[in-house]
């Protein structure tokens, strides 16, 4: 009993530990400029707003930045999944990305309520944020996504 929940145990301490390692390979690429920018503006993401409050060590609203920070992921996630008319799937890491994504906003809470590291995921939450808009800033760029005309009624 206690041998099968160690290795649960230790098994899922390894699956984290793997997803990490990928994810921090994954954003130490670097774009040849910041992309994000005019997305940033189009699209008045709120992320950037969050990265400065916790930054400056003011008091931190965990659950209104938890808030701010999955609206801003719901945006750009929804683009990098349905903008690109040319590529049906997402990369694996892209995916990958997504999943470490959620799993850091899910222990949030958590990790807020215990006052254990939350400062620290709140901004990889934020620089998670920065990549997926640099990458749709680079698609945008590109001119891969496809801007359908609207359909009037008549």
């Known amino acids: 009993m206690y041998m099968s929940i160690f290795i649960m ?3 899922g301490a390894l699956f984290l530990f793997y997803i990490h390692t990928i994810c ?3 954003l130490r690429h670097e774009f040849s400029h910041p992309y994000s920018e005019p997305i940033l503006n189009a699209l008045q993401l709120e992320y ?4 400065e409050a916790f930054d400056s060590n003011s008091s931190a609203n965990y659950p209104q930045a938890r808030h701010t920070l999955e609206c801003d992921f719901v945006t750009l996630e929804y683009l990098l999944r349905n903008g690109d008319g040319t590529r049906r799937h997402l990369s694996r890491q892209e995916k990958i990305l997504f999943l470490y994504f959620r ?3 899910f222990c ?3 990790l807020s309520a215990l006052k254990v ?3 620290e995921v709140v901004l990889k939450l ?3 944020l920065q990549h997926f808009a640099n990458r749709v ?3 945008w760029e590109v001119g891969a996504f496809e801007i359908a005309p609207a359909s009037r009624e008549s």
């Open 9 to 11: 145990v230790v098994s």
């Open 24 to 26: 921090a390979r994954a």
């Open 48 to 51: 950037p707003l969050v990265r």
């Open 103 to 105: 799993l850091l906003l």
């Open 108 to 110: 949030l809470p958590v």
């Open 117 to 119: 590291r939350e400062k």
């Open 126 to 128: 934020a620089t998670l």
């Open 137 to 139: 800033g680079e698609r």
